[in-house]
């Protein structure tokens, strides 16, 4: 089939023969690449040119974003608001309503992350095996559920055990939609992406301090304040599961809201990001290689010190506010321009990342200004409202850090079944941090909170140090793997088509035609083949 005329996309995918050639006497490489994911068994199977223009890869993107992205930005918003319920109902009287004491309240904030870290390697292997879209569905009707329940509840008891299964069925929610944005977006795409469905986080603070202000009027002798809080937010959760599960795809190779030749193109524009899309076989060896691989743990610590530090001002951020010297109805509406705050400098900061290709260098950017806050917060006099609040809201540039985070490890990890490893052990060591953060506040703290605020002066400080770390590790795996090119026969500079505009890719690829010195090719061999980016030669990290 003839190819269209100055082509996007190189249509063209080295034989498995081939590949053999320069696979060396190494078996696990070579039986990895001998493996075909989903898609490459779908593109051989269509009778399409696999070229495309770049009018045809935006109007698709479009597509994708308008259906793709709007209903993973409205789960993930459900998913903050829901976990958040317990930080808006803290100010209307649920430690007397139900009887809490001691740490019993921070307990509740506690016990959600206990499930999900739980959760996480079942979520992996779910994620692996099962329909994404189904998938996602399912866990929204499910904690939609379990927090509607939870309005019955009027005893720590009863509430820690509904706090208990909404945070395990939402254990699915924040894996997926890096699943998500792995499977449908080119690594120069996703950092923008991820940045943008972790912004819901601000405006869940919006339209979450809105609600549970009206809400929280209604006046009855028959229900708490919280209790129709919990019941509102629940029930509007599991109608919006079924939305999802009507319009959300399982894949690209399966969305039926895209045409053939659109599948095509959503599927070929992903095969310079050397990922993979999906495979839905779970491989051990990739799960080993999760486990001994260094960047694993980088991932961990550097999300485990920003979730101690979210996971404690998120629980008590209404009551930190409150012991301003705020009503519990102002408290809430001075907690909106936290979320208006957090959602513009997430957006923002990855918009920066995007840009600059330097994600590292934007935690730290943004680690700062929180550590300014936090400090504004220890040390201004409490007769000094406007400072402290300025303080407040200076720390929520702390919600940038954890999207960062997210998009990073996502670039940088290749291997259908290792992807979703790496995500679960990310999440553990947020689900970790957000257990232990928590635990560092008590309401007998305030209304300084000095424990709990020095406590996340000192994480902010040690993402900002991670980042750093992190960033000269990974350009010393970019060195490795050019040095091992090397002894394949390969060229060593290899360009990165993934992390490269749309408008500059097209004269990049006809430079490469008219250059016969060797010295750069472009790659795409293994794109499909379900390897790891350490076993792939040609896998580029992004830092």
């Known amino acids: 089939m003839a190819s269209k005329a100055e082509p996007y996309e190189a249509k063209t995918q080295e034989t ?18 001998e493996r075909k994911e989903i898609a490459a068994k779908f593109l051989e199977d269509v009778d399409e040119d696999l070229s495309f223009t770049p009018e045809e890869e935006k109007h698709v993107l ?58 996480q390697p079942l979520a992996a292997f779910l994620l692996v095996k099962a329909p994404t879209g189904k998938l996602i569905a399912g866990a929204i009707l499910l904690w939609g559920a379990s927090l509607a329940i939870m309005s019955s509840c009027t005893n720590f008891p009863s ?144 999300v485990l010190v920003i979730s101690i530090a979210s996971g404690g001002i998120g629980t008590f951020g209404n009551l930190i506010v409150k012991s301003f010297g705020y ?16 959602a513009i400098v997430t957006i923002l900061a990855g918009w920066v990342a995007q840009k600059t290709q330097r994600k590292g260098y934007v935690i730290v950017g943004c680690a700062i200004p ?19 609040l300025f303080g407040y809201y200076m720390v929520s540039c702390m919600a940038a850090i954890t999207p960062m985070i997210y998009a990073w490890e996502a670039q940088n990890t290749a291997g ?15 689900c970790t941090g957000n257990i232990i953060g928590p635990q560092l506040y008590s309401p007998d703290q305030a209304p300084l909170y000095r424990a709990g605020l020095i406590s996340s002066l000192i994480m902010f400080a040690l993402s900002a140090i991670f980042a750093i770390l992190i960033t000269f590790y990974l350009m010393y795996l970019n060195k490795r793997h050019a040095k091992r090119r090397q002894e394949l026969g390969k060229s060593a500079h290899i360009i990165d088509e993934s992390m490269v505009g749309k408008d500059k890719i097209g004269q990049m690829k006809a430079t490469d035609m008219e250059d016969n010195t060797g010295t750069h090719r472009r790659v795409g061999e293994h794109s499909f083949a379900d390897m790891t980016d350490l076993k792939n030669e040609d896998f580029i990290f992004v830092y």
């Open 16 to 33: 498995v023969t081939n590949n053999l050639e320069t696979s060396g006497n190494d078996p696990d490489r070579i039986e990895t690449i």
């Open 62 to 119: 479009h597509r994708i974003d308008r259906r793709v992205l709007s209903l993973i930005l409205v789960a993930y918003f459900f998913q903050q608001l829901d976990k958040s319920s317990l930080s808006y109902v803290s100010i209307f009287g649920i430690v007397e309503d139900a009887d809490l004491v001691g740490k019993q309240y921070s307990w509740l904030g506690s016990i959600l992350y206990f499930a999900q870290l739980v959760m």
């Open 159 to 302: 509430l820690l055990g509904m706090r208990f299964t909404l945070g395990a069925f939402e254990a699915m929610i924040a894996p997926s939609c890096v699943a998500v944005t792995q499977m449908w977006w080119r690594r120069n795409e996703q950092t923008l992406r991820t940045t943008l469905w972790n912004a819901m986080n601000g405006i869940t603070f919006i339209v979450g301090s809105l609600t549970t202000y009206g809400l929280g009027h209604i006046k009855t002798d028959k229900l708490y304040s919280y209790q129709i809080i919990f019941m509102f937010c629940g029930l509007w959760t599991v109608l919006y599961s079924l939305l999802v599960w009507w319009l959300m795809p399982d894949s690209p190779m399966e969305a039926k809201f895209l045409s053939q030749r659109e599948k095509v193109v959503a599927i070929e524009r992903l095969r310079a990001n050397q990922m993979g899309i999906i495979s839905r076989e779970w491989r051990w060896d990739h799960f080993w290689e999760t486990i001994y691989d260094l960047k694993t743990w980088c991932w961990f610590f550097i």
């Open 327 to 342: 009503d519990k109805f102002h408290a809430i509406l001075f907690n909106m321009p936290f979320g208006i705050v957090q």
């Open 370 to 388: 929180a550590m300014i806050g936090a400090i504004l917060m220890l040390t201004v006099d409490r007769t000094q409202k406007g400072v402290l």
């Open 416 to 430: 259908d079944t290792k992807r979703k490893c790496t995500s679960a052990v990310v999440f553990i060591g947020m």
